[in-house]
Nanobody, 125 residues
Framework: QVQVVESGGGLVQAGGSLRLSCTVSGLTFDDYAMAWFRRAPGKEREGVSCIKWSGDNTYYADSVKGRFTISRDNAKNTLYLEMNNLKPEDTAMYYC??????????????????WGQGTQVTVSS
């Protein structure tokens, strides 16, 4: 049984930082591309960032480029999202997801077969 568990969310002031983690079990972690998605209140879920199974290729949504950094530790079956210079518009539930497909030009939810329950990030102004 595949388990995807996010952690690290919380309440932070604008301009602050948070580091999200996602631990995966039940699959061969380094066979999968991993991604972060988020859903803000009243909005559709959107892709934030994705990283290839080897960790040597990444994708970022324009809204987070230069502020967020995705990384992975295949030895620990863990995905990370370092979020700096947070803005109130970053407030959302953040989800971790796994896919056998990697695209460095877009994030499509349909490509991701395994999802976590999410961790809440709230940025106050």
């Amino acid at each position: 049984q595949v388990q995807v568990v996010e952690s690290g969310g919380g309440l932070v002031q604008a301009g602050g930082s948070l580091r999200l983690s996602c631990t995966v079990s039940g699959l061969t972690f380094d066979d999968y591309a991993m991604a972060w998605f988020r859903r803000a209140p009243g909005k559709e879920r959107e892709g934030v960032s994705c990283i290839k199974w080897s960790g040597d290729n990444t994708y970022y949504a324009d809204s987070v480029k230069g502020r967020f950094t995705i990384s992975r530790d295949n030895a620990k079956n863990t995905l990370y999202l370092e979020m700096n210079n947070l803005k109130p518009e970053d407030t959302a539930m953040y989800y971790c997801a796994a896919s056998v497909v990697y695209k460095n030009y877009q994030l499509s939810q349909a490509d991701f077969g395994y999802w976590g329950q999410g961790t809440q990030v709230t940025v106050s102004s």
